[in-house]
């Protein structure tokens, strides 16, 4: 019948959503060196730091990275991350409600489903990278000072920080600044240009992107004494890593396969909505890269770009000039067809 039709469904999501949910939040593996250690959420303020700092240097709440579910087996923050984003995505979120109040997750504390999953998602981070966790049980990282954690692993490991951790601390900043309406804007900006100096295109430009898409860290930045002009620089750094590289990948291949031309195209294309959004007067930077290209499609792509970049020139010669390159670079036909688009457009208005 319908009914027993849809209790059985309905007994499959609560199925489902325990097991994934059993998975996520693995209750830690206890041994006799940290028996009695509180939990982060039990840390008071005043304690906040200092604890952290210690926690990253191995000497208090140091944890395995393995932990132990209720059926006994064993599961990584990498398998907890992935279970916990399973199921925010099959399962329905009265199934999940039910199963975290009837195994009681959260203790006497309600749980956020997207805290936790960015609280695994950075401890699976930090598992891969080889960095202390400073606690394995999910609840208490999701509630934890991301910007205080972010601090001490950039005092610990900043002196030779990669890319993804200079990415995750950046990550780790915003997520606090969008829970207390504020960010470290000096930090952040350490941070940024630290990842400028290195040549990491692809973790820059992710990181530029994050913060033009959270108002308060370009406030934050801004509001300093050179702020804009380093977060400018970090974009025009980023264009021209990014440009350099597509060009050199042109001249050294006869031939792009879809897959590849896709990446390129999107990577033009977020490229220049960070420029526009952080350094509008970057724009220019666009215009100077020429087109030159046997991929009529990846062509057509730089060239709309070109083109805007060499539209938000003021009037004059230096104007003309971002045209001609465009033109000389073989981009002549897309300009015309461009401009036809236009024309047709105001006409059919």
């Known amino acids: 019948s319908i009914g027993e039709s849809s209790r059985t469904r309905g007994d499959a999501a609560l199925d489902h959503a325990r097991e994934l949910l059993g998975i996520a939040f ?3 593996k206890v041994t006799a060196d940290d028996e009695g250690l509180p939990l982060l959420s039990e840390i008071s303020p005043s304690m906040h730091n200092a604890s952290m700092s210690m926690s990253i240097e191995g000497s208090m709440m140091a944890t395995d990275k393995e932990t132990v579910s209720q059926d006994g ?12 984003r399973v199921a925010a995505i099959l399962c329905p979120q009265e199934a999940l409600d039910y199963v975290i109040l009837s195994e009681g997750y959260g203790g006497e504390q309600s749980v956020d489903l997207d805290k936790c999953s960015f ?3 950075l401890a699976m981070e930090a598992e891969a990278m080889g960095l202390q966790i400073p606690s394995s049980d999910l609840i208490a990282l999701s509630t934890m000072s991301f910007a205080s954690y972010a601090r001490a692993l950039w005092r610990n490991h900043g002196h030779d920080a990669k890319g993804r951790l200079l990415l995750m601390l950046l990550e780790l900043c915003l997520r606090d600044g969008k829970k207390q309406k504020g960010i470290d804007g000096a930090f952040l900006l350490s941070l940024l240009s630290e990842l400028s100096q290195k040549q990491l295109p692809r973790s820059l430009l992710k990181s530029l992107e994050l913060i033009a898409t959270t108002s308060v860290a370009a406030r934050s930045i801004n509001s300093l004494a050179t702020g804009q002009e380093t977060l400018e620089r970090a974009v025009e750094r980023c264009a021209s890593l990014i440009l350099h590289d597509l060009k050199s990948y042109k001249s050294n291949t006869t ?6 031309e896709d990446d390129l195209i999107n990577t033009i294309q977020r490229l220049r909505t960070v420029v526009t959004a952080l350094s509008y007067k970057s724009l220019p930077i666009f215009s100077r890269f020429t087109v030159g290209s046997d991929n009529e499609r990846l062509n057509q792509e730089l060239t709309k770009v070109a083109e805007y970049a060499a539209s938000s020139i003021t009037a004059g010669e230096p104007r003309v000039a971002a045209f001609s390159d465009i ?19 105001t006409t059919t208005d």
């Open 26 to 28: 693995a209750k830690r």
């Open 73 to 84: 087996k064993v599961h990584s923050f990498a398998m907890r991350y992935r279970a916990i």
């Open 119 to 121: 609280a695994s998602f």
């Open 255 to 260: 031939s792009t396969d879809d897959f590849v």
């Open 327 to 345: 033109v000389n670079a073989g981009g002549r036909h897309i300009l015309e067809r461009s401009v036809r688009v236009e024309n047709n457009s």
